[in-house]
């Protein structure tokens, strides 16, 4: 615990954080971002992805079906979505994956020097113990890092 007077640590980062830096205006890159279906169009790997009861995508409460690589199976509920903080979170209800309760969170604010965006990705999650390093790097590096490299090339 931080003593009178020295500054207090910053929060820790959620277990899996990715981040980048696109080519193209917030306001722009959130437009194509917010679409909780269009997962599809964008991310390595992903085969199929619909919006389940085929409402509306920007509907918190909806469901993503995501197919995957040999046929695996996603599905992630949409619970918040804000506009005005370019910001929804989600929440995975089944995968493949050995992780419990993911949350998960993206976020497009403006890098106001350069009138680009800065994307965040990131998720706090739950595993066995011998599991969560490892679901830390998957999430990081083999999904989270490799959509945001992909929305980089997608707005260059």
């Known amino acids: 615990m931080p003593s009178a007077g020295s500054p207090a640590l910053p ?3 959620p277990p899996a954080y990715a981040s980048a830096v696109l080519p ?3 306001d722009r890159v959130w437009a194509y971002l917010r679409d909780f279906g269009n997962l599809a169009e964008w991310m390595p790997g992903v085969d199929t ?3 389940e009861d085929g409402g509306p995508s920007d509907r918190v409460g909806c469901v993503r079906r995501i197919i995957g690589p040999g046929d695996t199976v996603f599905r992630e509920r949409l619970t918040s979505l804000d506009d005005a ?3 929804y979170r989600y929440e995975i209800l089944e995968c493949p994956l050995p ?3 993911c949350r ?4 497009v604010v403006p890098v106001t020097m350069t009138g680009e965006s800065f994307v965040e990705w990131s998720a706090d999650f739950s595993a066995n113990a ?3 390093e490892a679901m830390a790097k998957t999430l990081t590096l083999g999904i989270y890092a490799t959509g945001l490299t992909a929305l980089v ?3 260059s």
Request: proline share 8%; net charge positive; no cysteine.
């Open 11 to 13: 929060p820790s980062p």
């Open 24 to 26: 193209a205006s917030a």
């Open 49 to 51: 992805g619909v919006i």
């Open 85 to 87: 903080a370019r910001t």
């Open 99 to 101: 992780v419990r309760r």
């Open 104 to 107: 998960a969170t993206l976020r």
């Open 130 to 132: 011998d599991d969560e």
């Open 153 to 155: 090339r997608r707005f």
